[in-house]
Nanobody, 130 residues
Framework: VQLVESGGASVQTGGSLTLSCLAS?????????VGWFRRAPGKEREAVAS????????FYTDSVKGRFTISSDGVKNSVLLQMNSLNPGDTAVYYC???????????????????????WGQGTQVTVSI
């Protein structure tokens, strides 16, 4: 299993980016939970968004609700993070991660628990300037 993020860039406040997490070794149509996490300079890693293929539930951290959207692209076997209305607070290295299995009704706390995730990508840098 390998995850490779791409799409990070430097943008101005108000801009948009779409991050892609290319998956190999499994299909995005399999059963799993995928999450996007980020680590800003001097801060701990935090969960940004996640969804479970078992029931399609999606969760977002409060600071990105209404601005970010997590989705999957079966054609490209990728998981995407569409980010709009970016602000300097979004500056971070963004990582995608997965853990496998059929999960239904799993709550946000569990899906945001980074210890559950078994496979991680290398990260992609997003920088938002004023």
């Amino acid at each position: 299993v390998q995850l490779v993020e791409s799409g990070g860039a430097s943008v101005q406040t108000g801009g948009s980016l779409t991050l892609s997490c290319l998956a190999s070794g499994f299909s995005v149509d399999d059963d799993y939970v995928v999450g996007w996490f980020r680590r800003a300079p001097g801060k701990e890693r935090e969960a940004v968004a996640s969804f479970s293929t078992g029931d399609g539930r999606k969760f977002y951290t409060d600071s990105v609700k209404g601005r970010f959207t997590i989705s999957s692209d079966g054609v490209k076997n990728s998981v995407l993070l569409q980010m709009n209305s970016l602000n300097p607070g979004d500056t971070a290295v963004y990582y995608c991660a997965v853990f496998f299995g059929l999960y239904i009704g799993v709550g946000k706390r569990a899906m945001f628990d980074s210890d559950r995730y078994t496979n991680w990508g290398q990260g992609t840098q997003v920088t938002v300037s004023i």
